[in-house]
């Protein structure tokens, strides 16, 4: 079956860590998408990529990276430098990634010890 | 700066009540304007609206875009419980994809 899978379901990051979010997709999708979701505050950009190697800015990408070395695959770290990482976080993708829908991971909890 | 506004973000029915979900929108590029609905943990989606005044509808949900009033409704007949979830929009146009807030359904027995 195509679609997006996301790993872990639940992460727990230790102060000063780096942890990495796992997305990939079977969907041959050239447009792939990270969400933040805080309680009230919907989704929220982080990152976007619409063809390999190269990736834009979303509207909160400050303590996060990603790379995009493969068209199915569109990993996230959280940095050391998040401050407050805790929140669920949503991979996405879509076809060629201009307005069309969204299919979207099942999502990781990532929570602070 | 693009933004999409829904209103209220928060609706207590009773099974069997119909309810309304707005989306607005201030965009420039405007292709069209996208419902989800998330239960738990993805969201799925629900309507893609490009033309004004043309509703779309799936069982007991429809909806429809008023473009120069730069808005969208979503409608929900005969609630369900199983309709308790956040309803998302979003407008599609560029490749940064702006969602609201939400509004959260809970559908009361």
């Known amino acids: 079956d195509g679609g997006i899978t996301q790993s872990p379901k639940y992460l727990f990051r230790k102060e000063g860590q780096n942890v990495t979010l796992s997305c990939e997709q079977n969907?041959?999708?050239?447009?792939m998408y990270w969400y933040r979701q805080d309680p009230g505050q919907g989704l929220r950009l982080i990152y976007y990529?619409?063809?390999?190697?190269?990736?834009q800015k979303g509207d909160i990408a400050e303590g996060y990276s990603v790379s995009r070395e493969k068209k199915e695959s569109f990993p996230l770290t959280v940095t050391s430098a998040q401050k407050n990482p805790t929140a669920f976080y949503l991979c996405?993708?879509?076809?060629?990634?201009?307005?069309?829908?969204?299919?979207f991971g099942s999502g990781t909890q990532l929570s602070v010890l | 700066e693009d933004k999409v506004v829904q209103s209220p973000l928060s609706l207590v029915v009773h099974e069997g009540d119909t309810v309304t979900l707005n989306c607005s929108y201030e965009?420039?590029?405007?292709?069209?304007l996208l419902w989800y609905k998330q239960e738990k943990k993805a969201p799925t989606f629900l309507f893609m609206l490009t033309s004004s005044g043309i509703e779309k509808k799936s069982g007991r949900l429809s909806s429809i875009l008023d473009k120069k009033e730069l808005s969208s409704i979503l409608n929900i007949t005969a609630t369900q419980t199983g309709d308790s979830a956040i309803y998302l929009c979003?407008?599609?146009?560029?490749?940064?994809?702006?969602f609201g807030k939400g509004t959260k359904l809970t559908v009361n027995p």
């Open positions: 990529s619409q063809i390999v190697n190269d990736f």
């Open positions: 969907l041959n999708h050239d447009a």
């Open positions: 996405a993708s879509s076809i060629t990634g201009i307005g069309e829908k969204l299919f």
């Open positions: 965009v420039t590029n405007f292709r069209s």
């Open positions: 979003t407008r599609g146009g560029s490749e940064k994809l702006v």
